[in-house]
């Protein structure tokens, strides 16, 4: 059951993923200063921080994915949150942050590494053929 789970789960967020352009390595949108990690009254895993936009032309469409992996390298969970979750045609401009928050299940004593993507479309793209 926790296997299905976990499929669905990173089969949901590749379908959001696939709207949007692929991780960008040009530093247009960052990580702005450290993620902090804490465990929720739940025991789930907590995930704060912030981006910035880095270049000088609005962005939107802005997600940022969290993928935990065990020590083997198999990935445990894989979760996503939009930064304008009330209006996704919302611009993060040149030079603005936006903070994220963004929760998992997996056990905390299994997870052995973290990685983070960043995903985001200029407002000037057609969308992705259907």
Do not use: W
Not at 22 to 48: C, H, Q, R, T, Y
Not at 64 to 81: H, M
Not at 84 to 100: C, G, I, K, V, W
Request: net charge negative.
């Amino acid at each position: 059951m926790k296997n299905l789970k976990v499929l669905i789960s990173i089969f949901l967020l590749l379908l959001i993923v696939a709207a949007c352009d692929g991780p960008e390595k040009n530093g247009v949108v960052e990580l702005d200063g450290p993620i902090l990690e804490s465990i929720d009254a739940d025991g789930n895993l907590e995930f704060n921080g912030a981006v910035i936009n880095t270049s000088s032309q609005p962005v939107h469409s802005v997600y940022v994915v969290i993928v935990l992996k065990d020590k083997t390298g198999n990935i445990l969970e894989a979760n996503s949150v939009s930064l304008f979750e009330e209006d996704m045609n919302a611009l993060l401009y040149p030079s603005e942050r936006a903070f994220f928050r963004l929760s998992v299940e997996s056990n905390p004593n299994r997870v052995f590494s973290r990685e983070v993507e960043i995903y985001y479309e200029d407002p000037g793209e057609a969308p992705p053929p259907s």
